[in-house]
């Protein structure tokens, strides 16, 4: 691959994962002081803290890829259709099964993927993988926790479980979408083809689901596009949220 | 609050037999709404120390309440090592029989190891 071509197409991939990371980050904060018990409250609040900690070094990364453009700019400045993070983690987060279901799902795709990006080709990327490989492994058990309990526990959470679990499953088949972006990057050995992790999502998901009595539900619906800047409604919201501070008072900092 | 004053059956919840139905602290002021059992949060900062006591936190079950205590009670890298004890299987002296129960100690000097020179060298002691 040329150099040319690597100035082009690594920030953009980059930002897919700080994207994903930084999203589902501003997702679960929103759970601060509301989850059902003050227990649960820390632990997605600190899984959210351990998400922005990738973001804010994938961002970085990016933006020195990009040329003097700041973690900042990059999550504050950008406008939706700038945004490349896939649709799963801008769902809202329902009630806490649904929470649970969009969790379990990616992180065990978070897993797998730091896992294979630990051998990238771009020592960056390879390092900030390595590191974060650990704690979403540490997500990925504590969404697995919890899908157990709610899934096998009683006909209420089950209902909820199952609801979850049907709602978002459509919108994982996007996480192992590849196109003309990534098949560049693979074969130059910096990406990791999302094609090829999906036997080993699967076969982690699998008994957990089982062992849960979830069932997976049968859809051929295959919602795409975030990797296109394209995004669902409640996307919007979010950004607003999320980015309103930073862009009423430039600069502000506490 | 016995079982009967909870809406439904207590031991239902939680899945794997793990919530244990009499006997547990179910947040009596919290009207209905049951709360889970409290734990006691043992950590060990490194090897070689002992567990010591750090608090408690409430959980769905023991294996909840380890993951929990990690996000508590660890989260500045204070452990190596965490149990967690149902509160209510823990057994404590009563604090209104301190007097029978320590101070006959108080005057037995020759059960306290005060006679040897410790070398310097000893940690832990």
Redesign the interface.
């Known amino acids: 691959m040329t150099q040319l071509a690597t100035t082009a197409s690594v920030p953009a991939y980059v930002l897919r994962l700080a994207d994903d990371a930084l999203i589902l980050a501003q997702r679960l904060g929103e759970w601060s002081a509301h989850a059902p018990?003050?227990?649960?409250d820390?632990?997605l609040t600190?899984i959210a803290l351990d998400l922005l900690g990738h973001a804010r070094m994938l961002l970085s990364y990016a933006g020195e890829l990009l040329g003097g453009r700041t973690e900042d700019d990059l999550a504050f400045l950008r406008d939706e259709r700038e945004f490349v993070n896939c649709q799963l983690v801008e769902r809202p987060n329902g009630d806490f099964a649904a929470t649970v279901a969009r969790q379990l799902f990616f992180a065990a795709y978070q897993c797998e993927l730091y896992a294979a990006l630990g051998e990238s080709a771009d020592a960056t990327l390879a390092a900030i993988a390595d590191r974060a490989v650990k704690e979403v492994s540490y997500h990925r058990?504590?969404a697995v926790?919890w899908t157990?309990?709610l899934g096998?526990?009683?006909p209420e959470?089950h209902r909820r479980m199952q609801a979850g679990v049907d709602g978002l499953w459509p919108y994982t088949s996007e996480l192992f979408e590849s196109d003309d972006l990534l098949l560049a990057l693979v074969a130059a050995g910096v990406a990791v083809d999302p094609v090829a992790l999906r036997p080993a999502w699967s076969g982690f998901l699998g008994p957990v689901l089982a062992e849960a009595t979830l069932t997976v539900p049968e859809t051929t619906w295959a919602p795409s596009g975030g990797r296109r800047g394209l995004h669902t409604e409640d996307f919007g919201l979010l950004l607003a949220e999320m980015q309103h501070l930073h862009r009423s008072h430039p600069g502000a900092s506490w | 609050m016995t079982p009967a004053d909870s809406d439904g059956d207590p031991t239902a919840e939680g899945g794997h037999d793990a919530v244990p139905a009499t006997g547990v602290e179910t947040g009596a002021g919290a009207g209905k709404r049951r709360s889970w059992p409290l734990y006691e949060v043992f950590v060990r900062g490194r090897r070689g120390l002992n567990h010591v006591h750090v608090g408690s936190l409430h959980a769905a079950d023991a294996e909840m309440a380890l993951h929990n205590a990690r996000d508590l009670y660890t989260r500045r890298n204070e452990g190596v090592s965490i149990w967690v004890v149902l509160a209510d299987d823990i057994t404590a002296s009563s604090p209104a029989e301190k007097d029978p129960f320590f101070a006959p100690a108080g005057d037995k000097v020759y059960r306290h190891p005060t006679f040897y020179v410790i070398p310097e060298e000893v940690p832990h002691l």
Do not use: F, I, K, M
């Open positions: 018990e003050l227990e649960e820390v632990a600190n058990d504590h926790q157990l309990r096998d526990g009683t959470s």
